[in-house]
């Protein structure tokens, strides 16, 4: 699937409830990550659901693989990875999430409260993205 | 006459959310504000803002007038033998805080503290901080699968070695009301001191801390209608006398010198600085609206709203009710089936229906219970039939999303 794509899906949305079958949806497509890498170490702090990630690097290209045991967030990453998985770092830090996020109408979703996993996921992301280019 | 239909005298109710009519289920996190509260916190900074208890002025008069006023509604809510028991603070969090950094906990003898699987975060780090630094153990009185305190348990726990006893009167994330007198008296039988948090019940019950016996009893305004920061410690006389200041500073002392300083008597001893005077202002109004309303015709119907709730939650196909109590107050838990706890949130949101989904800050009890958080509906007394009507149709329009 292609952020194009995604992004195309999204203006046919009439209603919050087309947005929420197409979340879950796409988020069915994210690979079940393998128990081993479901462990605390590869948590992400922060969240109210459990998220995982794991990832690596090859030929500057960074591989991100997530998992959540909450449907909608599973939606949520599945549009993040979308969006930067197999960019390079440098690429990945001149990806502006928030906007992309802002133009979908899922700002609440990024919003500053308390446990939310978009919005740690992404810090997370940016973080191994910057150690990844330095 | 008191009045038994209250839901106009909430401004915000008549809001709506994410484009729909708002109905407002998380009345455990913090219950919405009438408009009498909402006044009185502007007259008071209109009309009367001025510092308490020192300048010679007449704004200062009456500000000082309002806030002792509601330190006595606040004695005559709990049956506070003297308003010198009334200590103002933050909230509940704040005044458990209070207890466990004052309370002369540690002696050679007494080396445990009493909590239970119910608590909430609030009643259980405090307790953690303290027994840190003093080398005491925490230990938890332990629930059936229907969340209800293992008494037996409570009566081999609760012994010569205990120092304190902090328990919560209902739970925050199961609704179950705990038999307090009865784990009071397990702690006095012992000489133990026995704390009661009241924040999920100063609401719905008549409090009477003669009658319950406990040493401390703390709530929040936030809880019952009032502002955000602000919140009561009761404590007995004799024990807050004996009881040495946690934060030092104005207001609280008596005589100070470059080297040392005498405290005032409780309960200035224990507010130090200026006080929360909007919040205490805005108490005041609260409990006064308390009176004005037929708290006990309101109370049962909310009880029987609740009551009817749970029993359709119950009959719905993929609802699990988690916490079976024999006396539930006025909150819910649940999980739905294929789901977790914020997908249901979110889909309940986004149908202007505000809940709360998660652990409840009560992280030991979820994993007592092995889930990873609920779904938590929790209503006040001026939910109607109509709340509870959205909730399950919002529930099962929900169910069709997973």
Not at chain 1, 93 to 118: C, K, Q, V
Not at chain 2, 355 to 360: I, K, S
Request: net charge negative.
């Amino acid at each position: 699937m292609e952020l194009a794509e995604i992004k195309e899906s999204f203006e046919f949305f009439d209603d919050w409830e087309d947005k929420y079958r197409f979340i879950l949806e796409i988020g069915k497509d994210l690979p079940d990550m393998d128990d081993d890498y479901r462990i605390e170490k590869n948590l992400i702090r922060g969240c109210q659901s459990q998220v995982w990630l794991v990832y690596a690097i090859e030929d500057n290209k960074l591989r991100f693989q997530i998992d959540s045991d909450a449907h909608i967030v599973r939606g949520l990453l599945k549009i993040l990875l979308v969006a930067i998985n197999n960019l390079s770092p440098s690429e990945i830090i001149e990806t502006d999430l928030e906007t992309l996020f802002e133009e979908l109408g899922l700002m609440a979703h990024l919003s500053m409260s308390r446990g939310n996993g978009l919005r740690a996921m992404i810090g997370k992301i940016n973080q191994i993205a910057e150690n990844g280019a330095s | 006459m008191s009045k038994t239909n209250i839901r106009s005298d909430f401004p915000i109710l008549a809001t709506s959310s994410r484009g729909k009519p708002l109905t407002y289920l998380d009345n455990a996190a913090t219950t919405q504000k009438p408009q009498c509260v909402i006044d009185k916190i502007g007259d008071y900074y209109a009309t009367f803002n001025a510092n308490v208890h020192r300048a010679a002025h007449e704004m200062a008069e009456k500000a000082t007038a309002e806030l002792e006023r509601t330190r006595e509604s606040c004695a005559k809510f709990l049956n506070a033998k003297s308003t010198n028991e009334i200590i103002f603070t933050k909230g509940t969090t704040e005044s458990i805080n209070l207890v466990a950094n004052s309370v002369p906990l540690f002696s050679e003898k007494r080396r445990n503290i009493v909590i239970s699987e119910l608590e909430h975060h609030s009643n259980i780090v405090p307790w953690h901080l303290v027994a840190e630094r003093h080398n005491l153990r925490v230990a938890a009185i332990g629930i059936s699968d229907d969340g209800e305190l293992d008494l037996n348990q409570a009566r081999s726990l609760i012994n010569d070695d205990t120092a304190l006893v902090a328990i919560t009167h209902v739970s925050n994330g199961l609704g179950v009301v705990n038999d307090v007198k009865a784990i009071c008296r397990m702690a006095r039988e012992h000489g133990a001191l026995c704390l009661v948090d009241g924040a999920q019940s100063a609401l719905h019950f008549p409090i009477n801390v003669e009658d319950i016996d406990c040493d401390f009893f703390v709530f929040s305004g936030h809880k019952l209608f009032g502002p955000t920061g602000i919140g009561v410690l009761w404590g007995r006389i004799e024990l807050l006398e004996k009881m040495t200041p946690w934060q030092g500073g104005g207001e609280m002392i008596e005589k100070v010198s470059i080297t040392s300083s005498t405290y005032q008597q409780p309960p200035f001893k224990f507010e130090a600085g200026t006080p929360n005077i909007a919040g205490a202002v805005g108490l005041g109004a609260a409990l006064k609206y308390l009176e004005q309303i037929d708290r006990d015709s309101l109370g049962k119907a909310q009880d029987s709203l609740v009551k009817n709730t749970t029993e359709r939650l119950a009959d719905m196909p993929g609802i699990k009710l988690i916490g079976n109590p024999n006396k539930r107050s006025a909150i819910i838990s649940f999980l739905v089936e294929n789901s977790h706890p914020n997908d249901i949130g979110t889909l309940l949101d986004q149908q202007g229906i505000a809940l709360r989904a998660g652990h409840h800050c009560n992280m030991p009890l979820m994993d007592r219970l092995g889930i990873p958080g609920t779904v938590r509906a929790s209503f006040s007394l001026y939910n109607d039939d109509s709340d509870g009507d959205r909730l399950i149709s919002g529930l099962e329009k929900a169910q069709t999303f997973l």
